[in-house]
């Protein structure tokens, strides 16, 4: 097994955000699950390829690609809970004159 992918009892998981397709950027990945949450598409993506599938389950793991037939397909919301997100600012956070218990 290549060491790029994460290993549980003898399966090969998701892999290492490093070996995704260039083309599965942050911001594809968040603006499929927001199309997801209005309307009645279930995106999906292959982390091989980059190819994006319909019908994907939001928590889906190692579907099959329809394209290059490996089992790295990944509902948006899955691959929404590996990326990496740059911290907001505190101010942004909260209202003027609040804080984190809101006083």
């Not at 911001?27 to 699950?33: G, K, M, S, T």
């Not at 997100?85 to 209202?95: E, G, I, N, R, V």
Request: proline fraction near 7%; aromatic fraction near 6%.
């Amino acid at each position: 097994m290549p060491p790029s992918a994460t290993q549980r009892k003898g399966e090969k998981l998701m892999l290492d955000r490093d070996r995704w397709h260039k083309s599965l950027t942050n911001e594809r990945i968040l603006e499929a699950a927001h199309r997801h949450l209005r309307s009645l598409d279930d995106p999906g993506f292959c982390l091989l390829c980059g190819n994006e599938h319909d019908g994907i389950e939001p928590d889906a793991r190692r579907y099959v690609c329809e394209a290059c037939g490996k089992r790295q397909v990944y509902g948006a919301e899955e691959l929404m809970m590996c990326l990496d997100w740059p911290a907001a600012p505190k101010s942004t956070l909260w209202p003027a004159g609040q804080n984190e218990e809101g006083d």
